[in-house]
Every structure is written in C-alpha cells, then in structure tokens.
C-alpha cells in the first residue's frame, strides 16, 4: 500500500526563525505531484504548495519552499522567516497511484510558532 | 465567492440517528470530496464524485450514503449514526482531480453519544 510519513509528530521553534517539516512517500509513479496543506486552528485546510515531480527545480511560494528528492523519495517543507500565523497542522500528500481522485495523506505535522 | 460551504458546523446526534451533511461549492469544480478527519491521523476520503451524476467509494464508506444533487452539491448521509463516526467531517472540490489544488470547507464536527 502507498504511503506517507511525517516523522514529526509537533514541532516548535521562534518567531522569525526557520523551520523544515519532513515528509516521505512511496510510490512506484512516475510522475505525480505532491502537496503541502496547511491546516490551522480554524481548521480550514489550504494548499500550501504543489511540486510536480517531472520538475527538477523546487517549488516556491513566498516564504514556503520545498527540498525535494525523487529518488529518495523525500519533500520536505521549509518555512522561513516563521510568523505567528504559521501555527497550524501541516500535511504532505499525494495522489495514489490507482485512482484518479483519491490523495494518500501523512498524519500531519503540528507546528508552533513562539512569539 | 463563498467557496466551498458546509452545513451544520457542529451536531450531535445519539446511536442509531440519521442526519445529512450538506456540502456546496461555487467554483463550478467538476469534482467533489467528503474526508474524515480523526485525531492522529492524515484526511480519508469517504465518498467522491468525479462529476455530475458519479458518485465512487474512498477509502472508507461503510456507513455512509453520498448524492450529488447537481455540479453544485454534494450531500453525506449517515443513515444510522454509530460512534465509531464521531470525527470532523471535511467537503472539498477540485478541477483537476488528485493531481490540482483540492479547495475545502470549514468541516462538521459530529459527535456521535
């Protein structure tokens, strides 16, 4: 069965400073995409950022990037310059490899920002 | 634009009750979603809809009952509550499937005693 793993179950680090959330994944796909959703205690989740995975050069989106490895199958999420606001759960997921609609989700991250 | 809009946001119901969580986005999204969402772990897909008038089972639809009233509406029925389905419900649509940016809704908190 596919799957995704975030190893880091919370996760807290300084206002302003910079933080990674790891994330892997395993799939036998060729090309695909990943995503990073961010879920905060308003409990809306919002997409983040997408990596194509045909693509060689990380996404970005502002102050949110990605480090990511296909052959290790590793897409860590890196936020710099951490703001309050960047409090939330964080999810990695993909879609699975038998459907074309169904996402395999990882258990999430819970990042805090403290002031 | 509201998008993607969810009724009610928190119930209660007791064993053996029925209820309908409604979902509407207004995205014109072709595809539609319902997740749940239990502590600990990542969202599992209930039910979707790639379109109007296909309704498909996820991961987990024992229990559950979909309809897809029209583009707009996706509704989720619970025909006879247990509490192994107490969890925060989540709707959700798409353009392009599993591969685009899924837009979700403020998600139901159900309760199930």
């Known amino acids: 069965a596919q799957t995704v793993t975030q190893s880091q179950p919370e996760m807290s680090v300084q206002e302003a400073e910079t933080v990674t959330l790891s994330c892997t994944y395993d799939?036998?796909?060729?090309?695909?995409?990943l995503f990073w959703y961010k879920q905060p205690p308003s409990r809306q989740m919002i997409l983040v950022i997408r990596q194509e995975a045909y693509k060689q050069q990380n996404a970005t989106e502002n102050r949110f990037s990605v480090n990511f490895q296909k052959a290790a199958k590793s897409f860590s999420l890196k936020i710099s310059d951490s703001q309050l606001g960047d409090t939330a759960m964080y999810f990695c997921a993909f879609p699975a490899s038998d459907s074309n609609y169904q996402l395999i989700w990882g258990a999430g991250t819970k990042l805090i920002i403290k002031p | 634009n509201a998008g993607v809009t969810q009724t009610p946001k928190f119930q209660v119901l007791k064993t053996g009750q029925s209820m309908t969580l409604q979902c509407a986005q207004d995205?014109?999204?072709?595809?539609m979603y319902w997740y749940r969402q239990d502590p600990g772990m990542g969202l599992r897909l209930i039910y979707y809809?790639?379109?109007?008038?296909?309704?498909d089972k996820g991961e987990v639809p024992n229990g559950y009952n979909v309809s897809r009233l029209n583009k707009r509406e996706f509704s989720l029925r619970l025909e006879s509550a247990a509490p192994s389905q107490t969890s925060v419900y989540f709707c959700a649509s798409s353009e392009a499937g599993a591969q685009g940016e899924q837009y979700f809704g403020p998600g139901t908190r159900l309760t199930v005693t």
């Open positions: 799939t036998s796909e060729n090309n695909y995409y």
């Open positions: 809809s790639a379109s109007e008038g296909t309704t």
């Open positions: 995205m014109n999204h072709n595809s």
